[in-house]
Nanobody, 115 residues
Framework: QVQLVESGGGLVQAGGSLRLSCAAS????????VAWFRQVPGQQRELVAA???????SYADSVKGRFTISRDNAKNTVYLQMNSLKPEDTAVYYC?????????WGQGTQVTVSS
């Protein structure tokens, strides 16, 4: 059974940092593209950052230069280092793993940035 479990969310002041983690199990983690999405109530879920199985990374324009995605295949874990956080980064953050049109999702972790 595939599971993705996020952790590391919380409340932080603007300008602060958080590091999200997503631990995967029940899958061959290294062959999956993994990504972080976020969603604000009433809005569509948006892609924040992704890293392929070949370690190629991509970012939403809104987070470039502030967020860094990384993966540790030995630990079956993907990370999102978030620096210089802004109130508009407030959302529920989800990790996802996809391959061959199959996507697995975590349950989400709340990130709240106060001004």
């Amino acid at each position: 059974q595939v599971q993705l479990v996020e952790s590391g969310g919380g409340l932080v002041q603007a300008g602060g940092s958080l590091r999200l983690s997503c631990a995967a199990s029940g899958m061959i983690f290294s062959i999956y593209r993994v990504a972080w999405f976020r969603q604000v109530p009433g809005q569509q879920r948006e892609l924040v950052a992704a890293v392929t199985s070949a370690y190629t990374t991509s970012y939403a324009d809104s987070v470039k230069g502030r967020f860094t995605i990384s993966r540790d295949n030995a630990k079956n874990t993907v990370y999102l280092q978030m620096n210089s956080l802004k109130p508009e980064d407030t959302a529920v953050y989800y990790c996802a793993a996809d391959r061959s049109r199959i996507t697995y999702w975590g349950q989400g972790t709340q990130v709240t940035v106060s001004s």
